[in-house]
C-alpha cells in the first residue's frame, strides 16, 4: 500500500473532538485526531515496515507519526533515521512516544539517549530521558548498567527543578521508572524521590496530573509489581 493510501485512511478515522484533545495536549497542525484503538486497525498488515513508517513519518502529520511509532520495529533503524524523527516530531507526545519508543527498541537506545538528555534543545533532552525510562522498562536488570542509571537519578535529585518544564516532566517519569522496573534501584529511587519532592510542570489547558514519584512507586509495591518488567514499550 502506499503511503498516500494509507494516510486517507488515517483520515478518514478523524475525529474534531479528538484533535480539539489533542491541540490542548500540544499537538501541532496537522492533526486529524484519530483515536489509538482505531489506528490499531490500520495496523497489523504493515506491522513493523520501517520504509512505510518512516514515509508515514515525513507526512508531518500528528496521527501519521503516532501511527508510525506504533508501526516500526526500532531494532531495523538507523541512527540517522532516529535523529530525524526526534528533529521533525509533530509535538512532544509524538517525541516522547512514537519517537523514545523505536529508540529504546533500537540498538543505539543508550548511546542515543544519553547524548539526547545533554542536548541543548529541551525538546530533544525530554525526548532523551523519556528514551531511558523506556529501555529500562523492557531490559532485563542484569543487561543494564546500574552505576550509570544511578550516577544519572543522581543528577535528576540534584537538578530536576532547575530544568525546562517537559525535562522537568521527563526526568520525574525517569525516577519513577528506576523505582518501579528496576529492583536493585528501587530503594535509591524512592529516597531521591522523597528527597526531589513534588514536580512543578505546566500541562496547560488539560486535566494531566504530575505523579509524586515516591507514592507512584509505594503503589506499585501494594500491588507486588515491582521490577516487573513491561513486555513492550509500545501502547
Known amino acids: 500500500m502506499s ?39 490500520l495496523l497489523k498488515p504493515h506491522k513493523n515496515d520501517v520504509a512505510l513508517a ?6 508531518g502529520v500528528y496521527d501519521a507519526q503516532y501511527l508510525a511509532g506504533l508501526m516500526a520495529d ?34 543505539f537506545a543508550m548511546s542515543m539517549a544519553l547524548r539526547w538528555i545533554d542536548d541543548e534543545d529541551a525538546a530533544v533532552a525530554a525526548t532523551g530521558w523519556a528514551v531511558l525510562t523506556q529501555f529500562i522498562s523492557v531490559t532485563p536488570d542484569e543487561k543494564l548498567d546500574l552505576v550509570l542509571l544511578e550516577s544519572l537519578l543522581t543528577r535528576v535529585k540534584s537538578g530536576v527543578h532547575q530544568q525546562q518544564n517537559r525535562v522537568r516532566s521527563a526526568m520525574n517519569h525517569y525516577v519513577i521508572a ?9 530503594a535509591a529511587a524512592l529516597a531521591a524521590g522523597e528527597a526531589i519532592g513534588k514536580v512543578a510542570v505546566d500541562v496547560g489547558d488539560t486535566a494531566c496530573k504530575i505523579p509524586f514519584a515516591p507514592e507512584y512507586i509505594k503503589k506499585v509495591v501494594q500491588r507486588g509489581s515491582v521490577g516487573k518488567k513491561r513486555k513492550s514499550v509500545k501502547c
Open 3 to 41: 503511503v498516500q493510501n494509507l494516510l486517507e485512511q488515517l483520515r478518514s478515522l478523524a475525529s474534531e473532538s479528538v484533535a480539539a484533545i489533542l491541540r490542548k495536549h500540544g499537538a501541532q497542525e496537522p492533526v486529524w485526531g484519530v483515536k489509538v484503538e482505531d489506528m490499531k486497525k
Open 74 to 107: 526500532g531494532r531495523l533503524m538507523s541512527e540517522a533515521q532516529l535523529q530525524h524523527w526526534v528533529e521533525s516530531a509533530n509535538a512532544h507526545a509524538i517525541r516522547e512516544y512514537s519517537v523514545a519508543w523505536v529508540t529504546a527498541e533500537s540498538p
Open 54 to 59: 518512516c514515509a508515514l513519518f515525513d507526512s
Open 178 to 186: 528506576l523505582g518501579c522496573f528496576v529492583l536493585p534501584l528501587h
